[in-house]
């Protein structure tokens, strides 16, 4: 008996060392496999973000950030250099924010187009997918969220070794995560030195009723009491470095809010009471008709991308005037 249980045991620890040894070679070690993903672009925009000096502008947020904000035509309306953090709202909106807030620095204008999400929002295996051949960001992420990190991994594990060996990204992983997806963008839709989407989209793709299946309601409700403690405590450390933090409002197709104007009137009054920040748009004002959208109701093509970073840097400027 005793045999047996020391045997036992002994298997299970070569099992669960071998287990994390291969994960730890897929981790640090090894081709890549999603080198191309549009993931990518995530870190790019944080690199360039460790590489800023002086004042600055960063918008942060999920994919409503960089599909909507041209940091580029920011940059040159404002005559201050623009950054977005924000790739796929998937990662969680809790990583980003703590991702960007080490970056926020005296004289720093940091805009959030306001977008509800809940406690402990981190989506640990994409952030896993984005930061492969990461090690200091993956050394972040483990002292920050040993749990997550370690709960997690195993699934990236097993993604990572499916790609490898099955080809690029079969059976739906492609499509899920971006290596290429049916709408055309991937790591190369970024650019390298300043995360920005250069990806040319000219007009929208999906078809206007398939646009309409998406539909968008917000209500007081959707502000939580810990959602709204989280983000004015995010405002109220920026604002004690010497930095101001601007909310606005998700560009969101006109068509697609299921919503009266009551309604709207509604949740943006309380959303101003309940913030420590400046509101530098109106709701409506940045919804705009199908023909500026991509694939989905609020991802932007180029043009409606320059048409709402335009209506952002008009609403910053009126706020620091």
Same mark, same amino acid.
């Given at each position: 008996?005793?045999?047996?249980?020391?045997?036992?045991?002994?298997?299970?620890?070569?099992?669960?060392f071998?287990?994390?040894?291969?994960?730890?070679?897929?981790?640090?070690?090894?081709?890549?496999?999603?080198?191309?993903?549009?993931?990518q672009?995530?870190?790019?925009?944080?690199?360039?973000?460790?590489?800023?000096?002086?004042?600055k502008?960063?918008?942060?947020?999920?994919?409503?950030? !960089?599909f909507?904000?041209? =940091?580029?035509? *920011? @940059?040159?309306?404002t005559?201050? +250099?623009?950054?977005?953090? $924000?790739?796929?709202?998937?990662?969680?909106?809790c990583?980003?924010?703590?991702?960007?807030?080490?970056?926020?620095?005296?004289?720093?204008?940091?805009?959030?187009?306001l977008?509800p999400?809940?406690k402990?929002?981190?989506?640990s295996?994409?952030?896993w997918i984005?930061?492969?051949g990461?090690?200091?960001?993956?050394g972040?992420?483990?002292?920050?969220?040993?749990?997550?990190?370690?709960?997690?991994v195993?699934?990236?594990?097993?993604?990572?070794?499916?790609?490898?060996?099955?080809?690029?990204?079969?059976?739906?992983l492609?499509?899920?995560y971006?290596?290429?997806?049916?709408?055309g963008?991937?790591?190369? !839709?970024?650019?390298?030195? =300043?995360?920005? *989407? @250069?990806?040319?989209?000219?007009? +929208?793709?999906?078809?206007? $009723?398939?646009?309409?299946?998406?539909?968008?309601?917000?209500?007081?409700?959707?502000l939580?009491?810990?959602?709204?403690?989280?983000?004015?405590?995010?405002?109220d450390?920026?604002?004690?470095?010497?930095?101001e933090?601007?909310?606005?409002?998700?560009?969101?197709?006109?068509?697609?809010?299921?919503?009266?104007?009551?309604?709207?009137?509604?949740?943006?009054?309380?959303?101003?009471?309940?913030?420590?920040?400046?509101?530098?748009?109106?709701f409506?004002?940045?919804?705009?008709?199908?023909?500026?959208?991509?694939?989905?109701?609020t991802h932007?093509?180029?043009?409606?991308?320059?048409?709402?970073t335009a209506a952002l840097?008009?609403?910053?400027?009126?706020a *620091?005037?």
């Amino acid at each position: 008996m005793k045999r047996f249980f020391v045997k036992s045991v002994s298997i299970l620890l070569c099992a669960f060392f071998l287990f994390y040894g291969m994960t730890a070679l897929l981790l640090f070690g090894g081709p890549k496999a999603f080198a191309e993903n549009y993931q990518q672009g995530y870190i790019y925009q944080y690199r360039a973000l460790e590489r800023a000096e002086g004042e600055k502008i960063v918008t942060v947020g999920g994919s409503n950030v !960089s599909f909507n904000v041209n =940091t580029d035509l *920011m @940059t040159s309306l404002t005559g201050i +250099p623009a950054y977005n953090l $924000g790739i796929h709202a998937d990662m969680g909106y809790c990583y980003v924010f703590e991702d960007v807030e080490p970056f926020i620095g005296k004289g720093d204008k940091v805009i959030f187009p306001l977008w509800p999400f809940t406690k402990n929002d981190y989506g640990s295996t994409l952030i896993w997918i984005t930061l492969e051949g990461q090690p200091d960001l993956i050394g972040n992420f483990i002292s920050r969220h040993p749990v997550e990190a370690l709960t997690s991994v195993g699934s990236f594990s097993l993604k990572k070794l499916y790609a490898l060996t099955a080809g690029k990204f079969a059976d739906g992983l492609k499509a899920k995560y971006g290596d290429e997806t049916a709408w055309g963008y991937k790591a190369s !839709s970024f650019d390298p030195e =300043t995360g920005n *989407m @250069t990806y040319v989209r000219e007009e +929208p793709v999906s078809p206007y $009723g398939v646009m309409l299946l998406n539909k968008f309601r917000f209500t007081p409700n959707n502000l939580s009491g810990w959602y709204v403690s989280y983000i004015n405590g995010f405002i109220d450390r920026c604002r004690a470095k010497g930095a101001e933090v601007y909310l606005t409002y998700p560009t969101i197709m006109r068509e697609s809010l299921a919503m009266t104007e009551e309604e709207i009137e509604s949740y943006t009054s309380f959303a101003k009471e309940q913030f420590h920040a400046e509101f530098i748009t109106d709701f409506l004002s940045v919804c705009y008709e199908y023909e500026d959208y991509f694939n989905i109701p609020t991802h932007l093509n180029s043009a409606g991308m320059d048409k709402y970073t335009a209506a952002l840097a008009n609403g910053l400027r009126n706020a *620091m005037a």
